[in-house]
């Protein structure tokens, strides 16, 4: 195939959203699935090339160099640096990544290229790209990111950006070396502050540790001793929310603006690292305000645009996902599809620009000039926005969304091809450039697409099961003439035959439609194949016009099973005669269904030998496919006949013809390298192209299928290869990527062999062409009359939902039917509004058996309704019959098959419900004993509690569980330990003790004495020990003193010491709470036996009163928790047939056991007629038994004889003794039963009693655990805080050992430096002496020229070009950018200098009289001089970059040296720290309320300013204060009882002043006393209450006047109420009518200002030049009358200048 030529990219489409940018001032540089394409945006051409390697991932443009990066996609990734124009391969970048590269970014100036890699090395690197040099690199700490950026101003500095990271990377170069040095910001939170991080160094530091200054860091906490403490932020649960930086951009005050991902904007300063938050969005929202608000925006304000329906005002979360800076603001766009200019002044911002986008934003890129902006989306489009017209932005181009799923050529299949995407978008291309001619969506989901070879046709499948047809006469306007409803499942496969006679469509329903695709026979289907199993490809061959069309279709039985082996297995093959269309009739079909009939398509099924990919039919019935398990292409010969069937039973003889449907490949050729693809035949049936997942595709001719033409036209990492076909001219290939989103057209480039090959292959096209011309031209002309087909309502409705609606219907008129008594006659069926072919041909088959059987059918209906009459006839009868003769239900259903059938089916679903509930029962019960073993079983001492029984009192015991094994060794190693120091210090007391002097004794050895005498003979008292457990079982002779634990083992023995003492404090009040809870055990069974009597007693009394009868609860008997009675159950209990005939036989017995008891008994009949039925004879039974009353009694009294009255005497007698009885044995009874409730009362008062002890007792163990569990949490706490101490000083320690180690590594870098600085400045030295050396050796070169010349030589010599800017500036647009413009290289600079010398060596500028080999030799000595200068120059550049360099290497290693000594001084504090630690111990002390003099403040007492001291000096102090507080009572005393009775006597005094001052106003009233008529009339008037009740009848008839006057005037002002309100009605219909006009009139007036606005413009625009033509000459007049006044001011000034000179002076002179 090499010989034919090769294949070549000619285009490829396709746009996903990824980078857009500018690589030129008009040309855009973007990724195509494995190809680059650069768009021009001036002419709209489009250029696509290839890339190398295994795909592209990222690439980076440079627009200033026109260079463009590409990072493949591939283990080891390389990095392709290509040059525009041409696509010329520039250097390759190698070995920088492992996996794949995250980001890629170009200086701004210079050479240089960032890459930064991802998994797993995430490294920095710094290429030089025109060599593909790595220059240096720096592996991070798995920090990801995801944009990288040079700084404009300087290349120097990079910035990395990261879901975690922003940091700046600075770039130090000494000559050809370089360093990076990494400077990490920490990123704020999300709402806006910088730090979170608490200064909580001693937030859990007690007392003493913060009396020492014990700061310990996070990590020290964290236990971390490593780099990753150095890095260490805390718990990110405890931490606040980090913002996600997305995305940044340089100032040119080299500060970075970057946006996150919740829509906030931050600055951070590049050498300060300061971060200050620009903007925050506010939930749930932020709206933009408009740049012409005098307001500036803070930090929490809200951004916000005036309202406007077009675009979205609102800038929040994904608003900031790119930006780019202009001079006229900040760019930036994101996912709410909205472009915005933010200016930016003084931090503060406002919103000048906004431009709606169809998607979200995906890419930014300015052009090289600053006026263009490329905008990309997520749909496919570019657009191309101006600042110079904002709100709008012009298409640049749109290819849409979504990945292509097949790829057609249209007819006649040399001009056009059609795509279709997974969206339903259809899209017509050219082949011979890459133009999108039109494209139309279906609205629905697609899956294939297919194009008629007979006509300009498309039809598409979708995942509907439809299959739309597209006319294409018009390829600008594409219409769906046509939609048929093929499958109900996804359409899978659309092919044509290849002469257009057939569309053959499949699905995975097991159904292959054979359709005639003619407009003209309206797309008629001809019937359809049955396919078992996953049909996976079909295929067809027509070997000439007129002969028969093979068919194979391949299929998977193992459909189920498909992931172990995906490849079909089966073949289907089967023929399409040549008159099968003309000579079709139902015959063919086997039956009304329309299948298809075997012998009629003389169908075979096969088998692959191995299950074999993209089978393709060729010429000579040959089969190609890709074989599933060693991925070679197969050439497999069809058979002519099918296999015979065995009829012999040998399984032998079977055996040997079913292997013959095995077919088995005649050659295999290599092919690809993943499993999968397809195969597909040139249209002229020489060439056959392959392709699969691997993203290749192989050409290979029939001749030579060993040679191929490879091409990797996607990548495999996105699936490959979808689809491919051949142009009708085979010239062309196009390919689909299955999960790329592009289309790719390849062309050959023949060679002179290949082109004579190719000459076959475009007269079979042209043949083909004729041979179809006339059936083209007739079939088009019918689609284009075709009227346009849109989708109706009906079609769209649920068809589910229709379905179930006619059941319901049919199913309610059915039990009507049967309730009337009429025969139920089933509707014929009436397909759906979108029901397929194939439902509609079922419809019709029924149809045709209704017709065909409708007599036998009703007489069927008839039987049927005459048997159910007679069954519920006789049902009616055997309800009428006796209980004996009555017939069960179940015994008149004729169906005994369908009633087994539902009760099995009712027992089937019982027994899986009951299954189920079994196993949820079961996971219940293994709850359970999970819960019992661990919270119950493993208890020793099971939680209970006790409750008092005549108050709400209640006592709970210490749950406990046994020490393990290992507790108990601990425990037996610390004891023995601590006995052996008990020991070993006993015995050094006694050899280090000294027999003390007699004379020396004295009073101190006798306060000693006392002294221990008070603390217990020697022993520390709970004061000292800090608890008192040593009174409730929790002493130890084994503690140690709380003032000797100094040592990590001892407070670790303390610890376990005092866990011993905590079980054994528990253990002992278990043990009086048992003794407790046994003695309610007895109280409550001498109740019980107490409440036996008691009930007999009120029993015997007649009384209903209640009996008291404690019982206990469940938390005092928590294991009745674990036990389930039958009263709990409130189901009822399920009894199996075995259990139900089992209880049945006990109670057979029970009752034949009860009547056998109840047959005749001499035992209890001797008893009954002997005792009454009793034994003993009881003497309450006696009372209750009444005297008998004699017979003699019931006659009269006087009828009575003497023996009846004595008879009656001795009755009454009788009557009286027994009523006494009685009485006596009543109070008997109610005095035992007042004892009985007295006794029980106190008994239980006393328990109550008892249980109030223990509870004071269990509070006082409650106090004592607390004690003691206080000693072990400070003891742990100690231990905490020494394990931080230490982890500190190693922390420490590591730093150090890591600073020394560097500052060593430092100090080589500096005298490395130093020396690389001092041997290039001995270049550099000799560089200026030479070139000082060429300006001095000019006049000795030139000698032999005249001295004039040489001196005019030498001013030419000295002579420098202008600097210009170089070529390729000089045709760009006057550029605005924000960063100025771009500094050029030494190279460019000598470049422009050599360009304008060239200019100065022209001859016109040699002087007159200097000949012209002389100037040449002027000429080269000025260039060279020229270039040493620049070398100089450049030099020298190099020269201070060294110096820079190594004075930051110094200043480095003598940082290193400082924080050295810094961490020398932190481990020795750390040291210090950890020994005062030790020594300064924190004890714990019980002291009583009084004994605490200081205030205790907040929970934890602060006792840093407190001092202990003895007790003997407070109470000596206090002694002294009583005895001068009781000197001074008495004083007081003394003093209060003198001045007592001086106040007594000073009362006594002005008590009887007052009452002479009384005594004299009584007398001063009486003498002024008016006696008045009224006084006097009321002195002489005796009956004056009389008089009071006229007065008081005259004032109530006043009252009742006012009243009746009152309402009279209410009245009235309800009248006029009324009026009023009846006016105020009548106004407000009044304003109602005016508020109607006035909204006309508003109405008008709006529209009149409507129509002025209108015809505003026109006005002004009429008078627009006139009125501007006369403010300009106005202005020049009054400029110019202006101008002349000055004049005329200035011309009198000068001529009262003049005029004062000439007058006479007349001045008189002084003598």
Not at 187 to 214: C, F, H, N, Q
Not at 931 to 955: P, Q, Y
Not at 1399 to 1408: R, T
Request: hydrophobic share 35%; aromatic share 6%.
């Amino acid at each position: 195939m090499d010989a034919i030529g090769s294949l070549e990219l000619a285009w490829a489409q396709g746009y996903n959203g990824s980078k857009a940018e500018y690589i030129s001032h008009n040309t855009i540089c973007y990724a195509c699935g494995s190809n680059v394409n650069f768009y021009n945006t001036d002419d709209k051409k489009e250029t696509a090339y290839p890339s190398l390697g295994g795909g592209i991932h990222l690439i980076a443009v440079s627009n200033t160099h026109h260079t463009v990066a590409i990072a493949e996609q591939a283990i080891n990734p390389r990095i392709f640096i290509h040059s525009y124009p041409g696509f010329i391969k520039t250097a390759v970048c190698e070995n920088g990544a492992q996996l794949e590269y995250a980001a890629l970014a170009f200086s701004y100036s210079g050479r240089y290229l960032a890459s930064y890699s991802g998994l797993p090395e995430f490294k920095l690197s710094i290429w030089h790209w025109e060599t593909g040099d790595l220059l240096c690199s720096k592996e991070l700490d798995g920090l990801p990111a995801t944009d990288i950026s040079f700084n404009p101003m300087d290349w120097h500095k990079v910035c990395v950006i990261g879901p975690e990271q922003l940091t700046f990377w600075n770039i130090e170069q000494s000559n050809k070396k370089y360093v990076l040095l990494p400077a990490k910001v920490k990123l704020p939170a999300e709402d806006g502050t910088v730090d979170d991080r608490m200064d909580d160094a001693s937030s859990r530091m007690s007392t003493r540790a913060v009396m020492y200054g014990i700061k310990v860091d996070l990590a020290t906490k964290a236990g971390l001793v490593g780099e990753l403490a150095e890095t260490f932020e805390g718990v990110k649960d405890d931490l606040k929310k980090r913002v996600v930086p997305v995305s940044h951009c340089w100032t040119p005050k080299s500060e970075v603006y970057f946006g996150c991902e919740g829509g906030q904007l931050f600055k951070v300063d590049s050498e300060s690292h300061t971060v200050k938050l620009l903007y925050k969005p506010t939930l749930p929202s932020n709206s933009v305000k408009d740049a012409g608000s005098p307001e500036l925006i803070r930090e929490d304000s809200d951004l916000q645009l005036p309202s406007s329906p077009n675009y979205n005002n609102t800038l929040g979360e994904g608003s900031l996902s790119y930006m780019k800076l202009h001079k006229d603001g900040l760019y930036v766009g994101g996912e709410d599809a909205t472009l915005r200019c933010l200016t930016i002044s003084r931090d503060e911002i406002n919103l000048s620009d906004s431009w709606p986008c169809e998607s979200a934003i995906t890419s930014l890129s300015w052009s090289s000039s600053y006026n263009k902006l490329a905008v990309g989306s997520s749909m496919g489009a570019v657009h191309i926005y101006d600042p110079a017209s904002p709100g709008s932005a012009e298409k640049l181009f749109d290819h849409h969304h979504g990945n292509f799923l097949g790829v057609d050529i249209l007819s006649p299949g040399t001009q056009h091809c059609v795509t279709v995407r997974q969206s339903g978008e259809v899209q017509v291309w050219t082949l011979e450039k890459p133009q999108l001619v039109s494209s139309i969506s279906i609205s629905r989901a697609a899956s294939c697409i297919a194009c008629c070879p007979s006509s300009k046709l498309a039809a598409v499948g979708t995942l509907s099961g439809h299959v739309y047809m597209i006319e294409f006469n018009n390829v600008e306007n594409p219409r769906v003439v046509q939609r048929l409803a093929v499958h109900r499942t996804p359409v899978l496969h659309l092919v044509f035959e290849q002469y257009g006679r057939y569309l053959l469509t499949g699905s995975d329903d097991g159904h292959v439609f054979i359709m005639d695709p003619r407009p003209s026979v309206e797309f008629n289907i001809l019937g359809h194949v049955l396919i078992d199993g996953l049909i996976m490809s079909i295929s067809c061959n027509t070997p000439d016009k007129n002969g028969d069309t093979k068919v194979v279709v391949t299929s998977n039985l193992h459909q189920k099973d498909a992931s172990k082996n995906p490849a079909p297995h089966k073949i289907i093959q089967f023929d399409l005669k040549k008159n099968f269309i003309k000579d079709f009739s139902q015959d063919y079909h086997v039956s009304l269904k329309c299948d298809l009939k075997d012998e009629v398509i003389n169908r075979m099924n096969l088998n692959f030998a191995v299950p074999s990919y993209g089978a393709a039919v060729g010429p000579g019935e040959i089969i190609y496919a890709i074989s599933y398990n060693h991925k070679r292409l197969c050439k497999i010969q069809l058979p002519d006949e099918p296999p015979k069937k065995s009829t012999s039973k040998s399984k032998s003889k079977a055996k040997e013809n079913n292997k013959a449907s095995y077919l088995q490949p005649l050659a295999e050729f290599p092919g690809h390298e993943l499993p999968g693809g397809k195969v597909v035949l040139s249209p002229h049936q020489k060439w056959l192209a392959t392709c699969a997942p691997d993203g290749r595709v192989h050409v290979r001719t029939m001749d030579d299928m060993e040679k191929a033409v490879s091409v990797r036209a996607h990548t495999f990492r996105q699936g490959g290869v979808n689809s491919m076909v051949f142009s009708a001219d085979s010239m062309y290939l196009i390919t689909c990527g299955a999960n790329d989103g592009t289309v790719s057209c390849y062309t050959w480039n023949f060679t002179t062999f290949g082109k004579n090959k190719y000459a076959s292959a475009v007269e079979m096209s042209r043949t083909l062409n004729v041979a179809l011309n006339g059936v083209r031209k007739k079939e088009d002309e019918v689609l284009a009359n075709m009227m346009e087909w849109f989708p109706t309502t009906s079609q769209s409705g649920s068809r589910a939902a229709s379905v179930i609606e006619k059941d319901t219907q049919e199913l309610s008129e059915k039990e009507k039917a049967v309730e009337n008594d009429q025969i139920y006659t089933t509707p014929t069926p009436i397909p759906s509004s979108d029901a397929t072919w194939l439902e509609l041909q079922e419809l019709e088959a029924i149809k045709e058996e209704d017709k065909q059987y409708a007599d036998m059918k009703k007489d069927l209906r008839t039987d049927i309704r005459d048997l159910r009459r007679t069954i519920q006839a006789m049902m009616k009868q055997n309800e009428t019959l006796p209980e004996m003769e009555k017939l069960a239900h179940q015994e008149f259903n004729l169906d005994t098959e369908e009633q087994q059938r539902l009760e099995a089916e009712g027992q089937a679903e019982v027994e899986m419900i009951r299954e189920d509930i079994e196993f949820e029962n079961l996971a219940m019960v293994y709850l359970r004993d999970t819960i019992k073993r661990t919270c119950w079983d493993s208890m020793a001492v099971k939680g209970r509690s006790l409750k008092a029984f005549h108050s709400n009192l209640e006592v709970t015991n210490y749950p406990m569980r046994d020490r393990t094994h290992a507790e108990k060794e601990i425990l037996a190693f610390v004891t023995k330990i601590r006995e052996i120091e008990i020991a070993e210090l006993e015995a050094r007391k006694e050899i280090m003790e000294t027999p003390s002097k007699p004379g020396t004794a004295g009073e101190n050895e006798e306060k000693e004495l006392d002294d221990e005498s008070e603390e217990g003979d020697g022993k520390e008292q709970p004061s000292t020990t800090g608890s008192l457990g040593a009174m409730f079982g929790g002493g130890s002779d084994l503690f140690y003193s709380q003032f000797e634990l100094h040592t990590k083992q001892q407070k670790q023995n303390q610890i376990i010491l005092l866990k011993d003492a905590l079980y054994r404090i528990r253990t002992a009040f278990n043990k009086e709470f048992d003794e407790v809870y046994k003695m309610k055990e007895m109280e409550i069974a001498r109740i019980k036996e107490k409440n036996t009597r008691i009930r007999k007693i009120l029993e015997d009394l007649d009384s209903g009163e209640a009996v008291w009868q404690p019982e206990w609860s469940i938390d005092e008997k928590p294991e009745r928790l674990l036990e389930v009675s039958d009263s709990e159950v409130k189901v009822e209990k399920y009894i199996s047939p075995e259990q139900q005939a089992k209880l049945d036989e006990e109670a057979k017995i029970e009752e034949e056991r009860r009547l056998r008891e109840k047959a005749d008994n001499a035992r209890e009949r001797a008893l009954d007629m002997m005792m009454g039925g009793v034994l003993e004879v009881k003497k309450e039974d006696e009372l209750k038994k009444d005297i008998p009353v004699p017979a003699f009694m019931s006659k009269p009294q006087e009828e009575w004889s003497e023996d009846e009255k004595k008879l009656a005497q001795d009755y009454e007698r009788k009557v009286k003794e027994l009523n006494e009885e009685r009485e006596k044995y009543r109070k008997a009874l109610e005095s035992e039963l007042k004892k009985l409730q007295t006794t029980l009362a106190d008994t239980t008062g006393n328990f109550d009693d008892k249980l109030t002890d223990l509870f004071q007792k269990k509070i006082k163990t409650e106090m004592v655990i607390n004690q003691e569990e206080l000693k072990i949490v400070r003891l742990q706490f100690s231990l905490l805080q020494e394990e931080e101490l230490g982890t500190k000083e190693a922390e420490i320690a590591r730093r150090l050992k890591s600073r020394q180690t560097r500052k060593t590594g430092g100090q080589l870098a500096v005298i490395n430096a130093k020396k690389e600085a001092d041997q290039f400045r001995d270049t550099y030295d000799i560089l200026v002496a030479e070139d000082k050396v060429l300006d001095k050796v000019f006049r000795r070169e030139f000698n032999d020229v005249p001295t004039s010349q040489v001196d005019q030589l030498y001013k030419l010599f000295r002579r420098r070009p202008r600097g210009r800017r170089g070529a390729e500036h000089s045709m760009d647009l006057p550029s605005i950018s924000p960063y100025g413009e771009r500094p050029p290289s030494p190279r460019q600079q000598l470049s422009n200098l050599l360009k304008g010398l060239t200019e100065l060596d022209d001859e016109s500028h040699m002087p007159e009289g200097v000949e012209l080999s002389v100037w040449e030799r002027m000429c080269l000595a000025r260039k060279n001089k020229l270039e040493s200068e620049q070398n100089v120059k450049q030099k020298a550049l190099v020269m201070a970059d060294m110096n820079a360099f190594l004075q930051r290497r110094q200043e480095e290693d003598e940082n290193l040296k400082a924080e050295i000594e810094e961490l020398l001084e932190r481990i020795n504090n750390v040291q210090e720290e950890k020994l005062r630690f030790m020594c300064n111990l924190e004890v714990q002390f019980l002291l009583k309320q009084g004994q605490v003099e200081v205030d205790p403040g907040p929970f934890v007492y602060d006792h840093t300013d407190s001092i202990l001291i003895h007790r003997g000096v407070t109470e000596d102090l206090n002694a002294t204060i009583r005895q001068l507080g009781e000197q001074k009572i008495a004083a007081m005393t003394e003093s209060k009882d003198f001045r007592k009775g001086i106040h007594v006597l000073e009362w006594e005094h002005n008590k009887n002043l007052m009452k002479i001052e009384d005594l004299l106003n009584k007398a001063r009233d009486i003498q002024s006393l008016k006696v008045s008529r009224e006084l006097q009339k009321y002195l002489n008037d005796a009956d004056h209450e009389s008089k009071k009740q006229q007065e008081i009848g005259k004032l109530e008839e006043t009252l009742d006047l006012q009243d009746r006057h009152h309402e009279k005037n209410v009245r009235e002002r309800k009248d006029i109420l009324g009026n009023i309100r009846k006016v105020i009605r009548r106004k407000e219909k009044e304003n109602s009518k005016l508020m109607r006009e006035l909204q006309e009139f508003n109405v008008s007036v709006a529209e009149r200002k409507h129509i002025d606005a209108v015809n505003a413009d026109r006005h002004a625009d009429s008078g627009a030049e006139k009125r501007m033509h006369d403010i300009v000459q106005r202005r020049k007049l009054v400029d110019l009358a202006k101008a002349q006044a000055q004049e005329v001011a200035v011309l009198r000034a000068e001529v009262e200048r003049l005029r004062m000179r000439t007058f006479p002076a007349l001045v008189q002179v002084e003598h």
